[in-house]
């Protein structure tokens, strides 16, 4: 297997910085919430103290509050600790609607940033192949990143996979409006590339639907 290791790593690491440090702000907004109802708290005790009468439906809503926002750093630390386990086997079985649906959750953030709304199409079934999943969540991370640049005025885009008849799948980055032919110049770069070797897929992209495709086979060397 000779991969461009130097280009694959080199992406890795940009990658797995990116994603924590978006992770890491997410944690950190929860945080501020629960300090800020830390605070509340403390205004309702000293009125108390005071002999103040407790407002049962201000408490409640705090309450709500809480536990809205521990449910919150769950979802945001399950998908920290997803992504660190992506790492654990080089090649294993994936779902692919799983992974695409991972893969836009930890990328909302980087969408809202550009006003992108990103949009997950569920499959007709499991679509399920033998891959390596951080080189894949590396490859759609960055065909992702491309396609926010590129979705026009409709800002929006929409992940979707989908089984072949032959052996693989594919998955589909549409609603891209802006596609133009000089995107091509510089996309797919070498990281893509480089990625895209290590899978044994392809890219293309259809101007005219506004689409990129990644093809995937069935099963690469374990």
């Not at 979707?160 to 594919?170: D, L, P, Q, T, W």
């Amino acid at each position: 297997m000779n991969y461009k290791w130097d280009i694959i790593g080199n992406a890795g690491f940009q990658f797995l910085g990116k994603m924590n440090a978006s992770i890491s702000h997410e944690i950190k907004n929860v945080l501020a919430i629960f300090n800020e109802n830390a605070g509340l708290l403390n205004d309702y005790c000293l009125m108390a103290d005071k002999g103040k009468p407790m407002d049962t439906e201000r408490q409640k809503a705090l309450a709500d509050n809480i536990t809205r926002q521990v449910q919150r750093a769950d979802s945001i630390v399950k998908n920290m600790n997803q992504l660190a386990h992506s790492v654990d086997r080089p090649v294993v079985q994936v779902d692919l609607g799983e992974i695409i649906e991972f893969m836009a959750n930890l990328s909302r953030r980087f969408a809202s940033m550009q006003d992108v709304i990103l949009e997950t199409v569920p499959p007709k079934g499991q679509v399920k192949i033998i891959t390596n999943p951080f080189f894949l969540e590396n490859l759609i991370w960055l065909c992702l990143y491309f396609a926010m640049n590129v979705s026009g005025e409709g800002k929006r885009i929409d992940l979707a996979s989908e089984a072949m008849e032959e052996n693989g799948a594919k998955i589909r980055f549409a609603r891209l409006e802006a596609l133009e032919e000089p995107d091509m110049a510089m996309f797919p770069g070498e990281r893509e590339r480089a990625l895209l070797d290590a899978l044994k897929g392809e890219l293309e992209t259809d101007m005219e639907a506004g689409e990129i495709v990644i093809t995937l086979p069935g099963e690469i060397d374990r």
